[in-house]
């Protein structure tokens, strides 16, 4: 018995002091957390106090070095009445575009805004004339505004003869592609700029866009379709009638293709139904525009004559995306199954690579087929020239898969280093491709 209660005791004696060093321990992290927590977020407000109040009175050499700081910046809702006075006034680096100061903070500022800041940011607009990357960027603030009126304070300014923002455009309107429910409160300012501004191509692929999601009824659009029609016969004529280069006339074709994704949404129309059947029809409009038209007339619940499938699956420039169209549509059987094969796609789709690069061949020949069997690039890989400015050049599209009955419209190994095929072996021109 006596054993038993020491054993009892000296156990009790060893844990107390333990137990109390423990929970002293506790007590002491418990509070240094605390005070962390709570000493964190003035520092932080203290470091961006600190580096706005230098950037105010900076030079040159002294921005490039704030410059390097901004990725490790956190800037909080009290910072914004100081950004906005570094925002008001012309920095020395604001020829550095995308790389000025003022650049950066504007991105920084879309995360803090409030309703102080839409209003601001109208004001100052008229002095960032010239600087077409600050003012993208200022819009681009408004674009991202979490309640109606950036949003048409944004389309209020960019209705006011704002010139075009060059490479910067999709800074303002392109950023509503990611927040579609914002387009139904802007459609009508959207109508209006897709008629006549720098900005019509976007605003079209805005419309459809909100169309194609439901976000813009086709009921609130019979108002515009007068207007939209019009808009598509000018672009036309416009084309027709004057010396476009390059770029432009692909814009013109993009505008057009828009346009004609609207007029899917509309119920059945007599002028519809004859501007796209014309449209499909015209030999001498661009392939993309005559595939645009023909999947809206389908889509609209036109009919669409077997020949016009067949001539858009026959054409290397519009064969994979009619594809895709058809696919997507869930009108897949319509496509020709002439061109239902992996040479005839393998074509379409190297054909769609160069496109995307700007460049335009004018025909294609099947120069042999490489079967790899095992590994990553499993598969068959088509070997192709195409000519473009009179010369002839190797490229490769694939892998198709090695069941020859499949097929797939993207192949990604394709692609071209624009040199002639020479002498090489096949298996040399897909190696030196796709290494």
């Known amino acids: 018995m006596s054993h038993s209660n ?72 009290e910072d914004l009445p100081a950004i906005l006075q570094v925002l008001e006034k012309p920095k020395p680096d604001d ?20 309703e102080e800041t839409s209003r601001f940011i109208e ?13 993208a960027a200022a819009l681009g603030v408004l674009a991202q505004g979490k309640s109606e009126e950036p949003l048409r304070i944004m389309m209020r300014i960019l209705r006011q003869d704002t010139p075009g923002l060059g490479p910067y455009e999709g800074m303002v309107l392109g950023q509503l592609f990611e927040f579609p429910e914002k ?11 897709a008629i006549d501004s720098p900005y019509e191509l976007q605003a079209l692929e805005l419309i459809a866009a909100g169309l194609s999601a439901g976000q813009i009824k086709p009921a609130d659009m019979q108002g515009s379709l007068t207007a939209l029609v019009n808009k598509f016969q000018q672009t036309g004529l416009s ?11 692909d814009e013109t074709g993009q505008i057009k293709s828009s346009i004609l994704q609207c007029f899917a949404y509309f119920p059945a129309d007599t002028t519809i139904g004859q501007l796209l059947y014309q449209t499909m029809n015209d030999s001498k409009e661009k392939p993309s525009v ?12 036109f009919v669409v004559e077997s020949a016009i499938w067949e001539m858009l699956a026959g054409d290397f420039r519009t064969r994979n995306q009619l594809f895709i169209d058809l696919a997507q549509s869930g009108h897949g059987a319509l496509f020709p199954a002439t061109y239902f094969n992996q040479q005839a796609l393998a074509e379409g789709d ?41 010369q002839w050049m190797a490229g490769i599209s694939g892998p198709q898969p090695l069941d020859s009955t499949d097929v797939v419209e993207t192949g990604y190994l394709t692609t071209s280093k624009f040199e002639k095929t020479g002498k090489r072996k096949l298996t040399e021109i897909v190696e030196d491709l796709i290494e």
């Open 6 to 77: 020491a054993f009892k005791t000296g156990t009790t004696s060893g844990i107390l002091p333990d137990l109390r060093s423990f929970l002293i321990l506790t007590v002491l992290l418990s509070a240094l957390s605390l005070f962390e927590s709570c000493t964190k977020p003035a520092q932080t407000r203290r470091a961006s106090e600190v580096f706005l109040q230098t950037v105010e009175s900076a030079d040159d050499a002294g921005l490039d070095t704030l410059r390097n700081q901004m990725g490790d910046l956190v800037l909080l809702p």
């Open 239 to 249: 084309a027709q009638t004057s010396r476009r280069t390059a770029e432009v006339s």
């Open 290 to 301: 005559r595939l645009a038209a023909a999947m809206a007339a389908l889509n609209g619940g």
């Open 183 to 193: 387009i139904p409160l802007i459609s009508e300012e959207l109508f209006l700029l």
């Open 350 to 390: 190297l054909a769609a690579w160069l496109a995307s690069r700007g460049n335009t061949p004018e025909a294609f020949r099947l120069t042999g087929k490489v079967k790899i069997e095992n590994g990553p690039e499993a598969g068959n890989i088509f070997v192709f020239e195409f000519k473009e400015k009179g």
């Open 95 to 114: 020829k550095l575009g995308e790389n000025s100061i003022r650049f950066l903070l504007f991105q920084r500022l879309a995360g803090i805004q409030n």
């Open 123 to 135: 004001q100052l607009f008229p002095s960032l004339e010239g600087n077409a990357a600050l003012q």
